[in-house]
């Protein structure tokens, strides 16, 4: 079946990308508002684009009305975020800020988590997160009318003792973070522990492997 995505109103071309895109990695993510009031909502239009400077990438849409969601109006007024990594045992309380308080309401006392204090940005990170990344903003990019890209550049991150398997080498044992990702639909995710392995190979042993 082909879709012309040119052809589509938005809301057709959004079930597409995001029923498809999957499983997509969620970002916790908490701000506060220029009165220190906390924010935490997440978003699975996340990935990471660079390591030097380290990168991490939102797609924050817009609320209904066209203004602009409380995440994205903090960041732009602080310059300042962390983003919390996903777990199954998080969703719950996740999925209590995801709903649309207005602004100014603390959703991390309205979800009862626990929070921890950062190093380097003035938001907290949250506790049950095995991953919690301290972000300032790097640079924003309007994408059209419904969606903000914002990037942030990870200044410091904190990865659950357990799963540290060298902390010299940086090496994290990734099944023990228990994260998961978002699937399609408003409510479904997946538990990422069906893992294949595939080796990487060179040019050269290809090359090789052909000539026998
Ligand atoms: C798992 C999940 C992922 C979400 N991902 C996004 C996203 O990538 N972009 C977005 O604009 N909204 C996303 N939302 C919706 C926001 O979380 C929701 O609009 C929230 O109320 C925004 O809160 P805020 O105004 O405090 O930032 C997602 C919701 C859920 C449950």
Not at 91 to 104: Q, V
Request: proline share 7%; hydrophobic share 45%.
């Amino acid at each position: 079946m082909l879709f012309d995505l040119d052809a589509l109103p938005t809301a057709s071309r959004y079930k597409l990308l995001t029923a498809t895109v999957v499983p997509r990695p969620i970002a916790w993510v908490v701000t506060q508002d220029a009165a220190g009031v906390r924010n935490a909502a997440p978003y699975s239009f996340f990935n990471v684009f660079g390591s030097d400077p380290p990168i991490i990438g939102l797609g924050v849409g817009n609320r209904p009305s066209g203004l602009p969601k409380d995440t994205m109006a903090n960041i732009l007024a602080t310059g300042e975020f962390t983003i919390c990594l996903v777990t199954e045992a998080t969703l719950p309380g996740m999925n209590i800020t995801a709903a649309d308080f207005p602004a100014g309401v603390d959703e991390i006392a309205q979800a009862s988590l626990a929070t921890l204090p950062s190093t380097k940005v003035a938001p907290p990170r949250l506790a049950d997160s095995p991953v919690a990344m301290e972000c300032t903003l790097f640079q924003t990019v309007t994408l059209g009318a419904s969606h903000s890209l914002v990037l942030g550049q990870v200044r410091a991150m904190h990865v659950r003792d357990e799963a540290v398997m060298d902390v010299e080498r940086c090496y994290i044992d990734s099944p023990a973070l228990g994260l998961v990702g978002r699937m399609h639909g408003a409510g479904w995710y997946a538990r990422l522990d069906d893992r294949l392995e595939v080796k990487r190979v060179s040019a050269a042993q290809l090359a090789a492997k052909a000539e026998g």
